[in-house]
């Protein structure tokens, strides 16, 4: 067998023992981000726990907020009636309809009902926002995806241009070699049949 033989089936024994290096550890990659994956889907229960525990706390802490603050308001205007009561007996005559105490603790407890209305409101807002900012990572996650995706194409692409110029400028140095070669014959059988 000839040494350029030799070498060819050499060369080509390393480079199918590179490529096959090459793929199984792409396919550990894929394998070790199939893996991954996996144990973080596991996590979603637990993750998605955390955000109705999240949701249910937040809720329960309204209502103790808004009963907290309607019982306080309830014992002010039954301050503000006992204190008032006096007064108003004293100048019912003098003094309208409108400014009776029922006309006032009606007044305070609207006013207290629209406190309560509007810390709940707050707080459901707040809710949305934290889940609507939640909601604005799926296109991105998708944005991401089709990103590497396209990277990733470019890669494969640069690589075959690659591959395709390193096969071109082979055939183009065998050719030449070859060209050389028989330049170098005939002048070789010129110069010997001239010394005859």
């Known amino acids: ?25 792409f396919d550990e990659t894929k394998d ?16 998605n726990d955390i955000v109705n525990s999240y949701q249910e706390q937040s809720l329960q802490t309204t209502k103790e907020i808004s009963e ?43 006013f207290v009902s629209n406190v309560a209305d509007n810390t709940v409101s707050t707080i459901r807002l707040s809710n949305n926002v934290i889940f609507s900012t939640l909601d604005t990572w799926k296109p991105l996650l998708q944005q991401t995806k089709d990103v590497s995706r396209h990277i990733s194409n470019m890669g494969v692409n640069t690589a075959r241009v690659f591959e395709q110029n390193s096969r071109q400028l082979a055939a183009e140095v065998k050719d030449a070699a070859a060209a050389s070669s028989n330049v170098n014959a005939s002048t070789n059988t010129t110069t010997k049949s001239t010394n005859h």
């Open 32 to 47: 070790n981000i199939k893996k991954s994956i996996d144990e973080s889907k596991k996590q979603i229960p637990r993750i």
């Open 68 to 110: 907290e603050y309607i019982d306080s308001q309830k014992q002010v205007v039954n301050s503000l009636q006992s204190v008032w009561r006096p007064y108003n007996e004293i100048y019912t005559g003098l003094v309208t309809n409108f400014f009776s105490p029922e006309a006032a603790v009606s007044a305070y407890t609207r």
């Open 1 to 25: 067998m000839s040494k350029k033989t030799e070498t060819n089936q050499h060369y080509s024994t390393n480079t199918n023992d590179f490529q096959e290096s090459v793929n199984q550890s």
